[in-house]
């Protein structure tokens, strides 16, 4: 029975990673992604606004 306690562990891991990469596949697109993706650009908006106004440092 040794042979199934050293089983079990990795089989678990498979099993749980194998559902996160179906949830991400999952929630790719779909009605959020362009709600998704305004608030990327908002943030990417920020950081750039953030640069221009700080100005060269160097």
């Known amino acids: 029975m040794d042979y199934v306690s050293a089983l079990v562990p990795p089989v678990v891991m498979a099993v749980f990673f194998i559902g996160v990469i179906r949830v991400?596949?999952?929630?790719?697109?779909?009605?959020?992604?362009?709600?998704?993706?305004a608030a990327v650009d908002a943030a990417l908006a920020r950081v750039e606004g953030a640069k221009q106004t700080s100005g060269p440092d160097a």
């Open 24 to 37: 991400i596949v999952k929630t790719q697109g779909g009605a959020n992604k362009a709600k998704e993706d």
